[in-house]
């Protein structure tokens, strides 16, 4: 207890000399020196003040790796030959795994490249709810429920920030489609937006301290989220207590004076060639020259600007992280990151893995078996050191001992355009010439192997899918390779859901891949094989069809008039879907293994709780198979008798535990109580009503084992 106190004080002396610091520095500044803080003078840099010591400052994207160099005044590559990255697996695999410690490795050697890049800020993790199956920006995203987005992106904030790299958390708020993002207005009750969209902001911000926000690109009520009062002023800065700096994405500002009183504090990537005339620029000095804007405001603004630059040690930088690049240690995070990603959905026969030992030989099938992904997703694309494909990988590996018949199966007939899917229009074209050489290969292998899904025509920044189904004719493919060969593997590698209904009943055997990384084909060959065993579990619902998914059930997606109104409400994903007792594909929550669990004891340390106690609930999990593995042990809470509409259930905590053949656990976890409650709009406050909650423990939203039932007082 002395040690807190004294480590309290010190921090707090700390803060207050900082404070000193950066309240003397104001005090030297021109108001042009001032404004110069408050926006970009490049692409990715805001200026330097010399004359003060004040360096420059520099941005790169970055959700799962360092972005290559980009010229200082437009969009093209530089071409620098040294600034390859490690690329991870984007942001719902990193969920898939359900594992905070991979997200804090993946945070460390996030901090350590762009460090070694001469980065100050990191614009990820990108934490916006996975609402509708079509948004192209899902793959960057984590989940569909808040506390694993939440869980995740804390992790991974503390771990960057400790290598003096700010977090930039994305997209403030509710940019949930690609649509229209420009321009769309949404609107959401009061309680969806307190249960759903806003606990990862919010813990962000005070569990994993995230030193700066980026403004999303919509409205949000009526007014653009870069000028939005209630979410800039009331929510981040007051109930947050959010001291860092609030950013619009590239291009999100629309005004000056407004912009400025309602908490906007850097102004980034506008489309004007003149700096100058960038809304916080001349624009910024004129109107407090008016007296439009106090003066107070813009020293608020410069100080949140220096306080995260005095977070990162830019002021000490022979304290400051040096970093590094691309070392083995990166690259082993990346191919643990896509092996522990990877869901295994169906395995009929217990065809994987595959024993080689008896395999002679196997069919390789399919474009993503050769394709390369990380160069793609716009702000997301990563100039990776290197990029293992799924064949070159089982090659590598097994081609001394097992012949690889490898054909195309489908051939991409997709064109990217920023900003339109039109590219995905017409992509169902069948090639029957290609279907007919992989059905050849298929017949004369001993097992065939599809690698199909989508690639970054589809899961990308600033455009929709059109929609969920599998393009390229590959549903065709899969139909007549199983046909010719029963020993089937279809590989998924895609970053949002898609249409399986017309594959799973053809084919024994479905691994979910995702977009792997650098490392892809390494991790899913010893996925395929056994060297790996799959542990990941769906971080989203997997709908039989898009007419199942809520926004799209009720008509309100991407909505009418360049307005869209959530009226799902705090039903999404599998909120809906167990609570409408729909039955989808893949449940949340959802992954088989090589090896079997067992789980059981499950109990609390007490029968009843008061509101501001925690809840201690502890369970036996025993590996009663013959090979090493993980379970993701979920807890689910349900309200029955409550004052107003709650879920059927809701992901309330979740452990992964690793366990060798035989061995058992004991875990505990723990709930407070006051995370139980629902938002009360009619009180304008959280309420945990009295009464019975039931808690259930399963491995997805729809495989609970047992249940305990508490009351609160």
């Known amino acids: 207890m002395v040690f807190n106190i004294c480590a309290q004080q010190t921090a707090s002396t700390v803060n207050r000399v900082t404070e000193q610091k950066i309240h003397h520095l104001i005090s030297q500044m021109t108001l042009q020196e001032k404004a110069s803080l408050l926006h970009g003078n490049s692409k990715f840099y805001v200026a330097a003040i010399k004359r003060l010591g004040i360096p420059e400052w520099a941005l790169s994207d970055g959700p799962h790796g360092v972005r290559a160099e980009i010229n200082r005044h437009d969009w093209a590559y530089a071409g620098w030959t040294n600034d390859s990255a490690t690329c991870f697996p984007p942001g719902t695999a990193l969920a898939a795994t359900w594992n905070p410690t991979l997200a804090y490795k993946q945070g460390l050697v996030l901090g350590e490249e762009a460090r070694f890049r001469k980065k100050d800020i990191l614009l990820g993790p990108g934490i916006n709810i996975i609402r509708t199956p079509l948004c192209g920006r899902n793959f960057e995203y984590m989940s569909e429920d808040p506390l694993l987005v939440s869980k995740m992106a804390v992790a991974y904030i503390k771990a960057l920030q400790s290598k003096d790299v700010a977090a930039s958390v994305k997209h403030w708020l509710a940019n949930n489609q690609e649509a229209h993002r420009d321009s769309i207005d949404v609107t959401m009750s009061e309680r969806a937006l307190r249960e759903i969209y806003l606990p990862a902001f919010k813990a962000s911000v005070m569990e994993g ?130 092996a522990e990603a990877a869901v295994l959905l169906q395995n009929k026969g217990n065809l994987l893995p595959l024993h080689i030992d008896k395999i002679r030989s196997i069919a390789i099938i399919g474009d993503n078996a050769t394709r390369k992904h990380c160069s793609g997703g716009l702000s997301s694309e990563i100039k990776a050191l290197y990029e293992i494909t799924p064949l070159r990988a089982l090659q590598q590996k097994l081609g001394a001992r097992v012949k690889i018949n490898y054909a195309q199966g489908y051939e991409k007939q997709s064109t990217f355009a920023e900003g339109n899917s039109t590219g995905q229009s017409g992509t169902d074209k069948v090639d029957w010439k290609l279907i007919e050489e992989a059905v050849a290969i298929a017949r004369e ?269």
């Not at 102004?267 to 060639?273: A, F, N, R, S, Y």
């Not at 979920?634 to 905590?653: I, T």
């Open 445 to 713: 292998s001993d097992v065939a192997i599809i690698f199909g899904g989508l690639n970054h025509d589809f899961d990308t920044e600033s455009s929709d899918k059109e929609n969920m189904d599998l393009p390229y004719g590959q549903e065709v493919l899969i139909q007549e390779v199983a046909k010719a060969n029963p020993n089937t593997v279809v590989v998924i590698i895609a970053g949002s859901p898609v249409k399986l209904s017309g594959i799973v009943y053809r084919v024994p055997a479905i691994l979910w891949a995702w977009f792997g990384g650098m490392e892809a084909g390494n991790a899913v060959a010893d996925l395929l094989i056994g060297q790996v065993n799959p542990s990941g579990k769906l971080p989203f619902t997997l709908p039989v069809s898009l007419t199942q998914s809520p926004a799209h059930a009720l008509g309100n997606y991407p909505g009418r008039n360049l307005q869209v109104n959530y009226e799902e409400d705090i039903l999404v994903g599998y909120r809906w879907f167990d609570t409408k007792k729909i039955q989808p594909q893949f449940p949340f929550g959802y992954g088989l293994s090589y090896t079997d669990f067992s789980i059981s004891h499950f109990s609390t340390d007490k029968p009843g709780y008061g509101k501001n106690e925690i809840i201690h609930a502890r369970f036996t999990i025993k590996n009663t198979g013959k090979v090493y593995g993980a379970e993701v042990v979920q807890l689910y809470v349900s309200d029955p008798v409550c004052s107003v509409m709650r879920p059927e259930k809701e992901l309330k905590a979740f452990e992964k535990v690793f366990l060798k053949p035989g061995e058992t656990k004991t875990v505990e976890v723990q709930v407070k109580v006051a995370d139980l409650a629902f938002y009360d709009e009619s009180k304008k406050a959280w309420n945990t009503e009295a009464g019975e909650y039931i808690l259930q423990l399963g491995n997805s939203s729809r495989s609970i084992f047992q249940q305990v039932k508490i009351s609160v007082k």
């Open 209 to 338: 301290g995230a030193y700066t926000v980026m403004a999303a690109y919509n409205r949000f009520r009526g007014e653009w989220c870069s000028e939005n009062d209630y979410l800039n002023r009331q929510l981040l800065r007051k109930e947050f207590n959010f001291k860092g700096v609030l950013m619009t994405d590239w291009s999100a500002a629309h005004s000056t004076v407004k912009a400025a009183l309602t908490g906007l504090d850097l102004e980034m990537g506008t489309d004007k060639k003149d700096y100058h005339e960038w809304y916080f620029a001349d624009p910024l000095i004129k109107a407090v020259e008016e007296g439009k804007v106090p003066v107070s405001v813009v020293d608020e603004k410069v100080g949140n600007v220096l306080r995260v630059m005095f977070s990162t040690k830019m002021f000490n930088e022979e304290k400051r992280s040096r970093g590094e690049m691309n070392t083995p240690e990166h690259q082993q995070a990346a191919y643990h990151a896509a």
